[in-house]
């Protein structure tokens, strides 16, 4: 057996334990946000028992023996700016996909050394992962910018009804689509457990990474410390969102054109040499 081959049995070892632990961190994290769902829903009740949350150490989950702890955090943080549609089992998968279609086209198709083949199949083993990853951060992000300028609009209308500014990102989080109502749920769900709003909408702006709601979470914060027409800044800020995404479709349209231009330049010397 090729030491290729032994190498690729290997990182599919190490990747699948590493998934196991994924799925069973994610399991924990699903009971703990369901048991969230159900103080909150609940209300106060009466006080319980302090349980003490240290544990040994021989008990801490398998992922700590493969990832820092840091690195982790990261990791989750750039899966929640996508959704949380995919896990590290299916980046695990692409890595793995990329890995094997390397071996097959660098070894088996243009013959190349093994040295070469190991490297190009570990360049694609890493960066295939992170390329789908930024893809669906994209995505997850131009989804939410979709329904968000009518998120503003309606917590401008809810203000200047006379609702606080905790109601009015309620009716917001109930009304308009997802993935910004199930954001807004979120944050309303951290504040109705005593997180301040300032700080709730940071964690929000944080996990989404979109630079707009940073804005509006700033908008807020300057609001409530210095006062002011929050209705008004609400609106400007709608105002604001959709000239920039008018602004991207359009830069996003001449790039395309750009680009289709010079493929057909690239390629057009081929048929004119076949003549």
């Known amino acids: 057996m090729s030491p290729l081959v032994l190498a690729v049995l290997a990182a599919v070892l190490v990747l699948g334990v ?3 632990a994924v799925q069973r961190a994610d399991r924990r994290r699903e009971s703990r946000q369901r048991r969230l769902h159900a103080i909150v829903a609940a209300g106060p009740s009466e006080p319980e028992p302090v349980l003490s949350l240290r544990r040994p150490l021989t008990r801490a989950g398998i992922r700590d023996l493969f990832l820092l702890s840091a690195l ?9 700016a996508a959704g949380n549609w995919i896990g590290v089992p299916h980046l695990a998968v692409a890595g793995l996909a990329a890995a094997g279609t390397t071996v097959l086209l660098t070894e088996k198709v243009m013959g190349l050394s093994l040295a070469l083949v190991a490297l190009l199949t570990g360049v694609a083993a890493m960066a295939s ?36 500014v905790f109601d009015a990102i309620d009716v917001a989080a109930r009304e308009v689509a997802d993935p910004v109502g199930i954001e807004l749920q979120r944050t309303i769900e951290e504040m109705r457990i005593g997180v301040d709003i300032d700080e709730a909408m940071q964690h929000t702006a944080d996990r989404i990474r979109v630079p707009d709601f940073r804005f509006f979470a700033v908008a807020l914060r300057l609001q409530r410390r210095t006062g002011g027409g929050l209705a008004e800044t609400l609106t400007n800020l709608s105002n604001i969102i959709r ?33």
């Open 18 to 20: 590493a998934a196991l």
């Open 129 to 164: 992962p992170l390329l789908l990853l930024r893809f669906l951060q994209n995505r997850y992000q131009d989804k939410f910018l979709d329904p968000f300028p009518d998120a503003l609009d309606l917590m401008c209308r809810a203000v200047r009804a006379g609702l606080p």
């Open 243 to 275: 000239r920039r995404k008018e602004i991207r479709k359009k830069s996003r349209a001449l790039t395309a054109e750009s680009k289709a231009s010079a493929t057909v330049l690239g390629l057009l010397p081929f048929p004119i040499g076949a003549l």
């Open 72 to 80: 982790w955090s990261r990791l989750d943080a750039a899966l929640a």
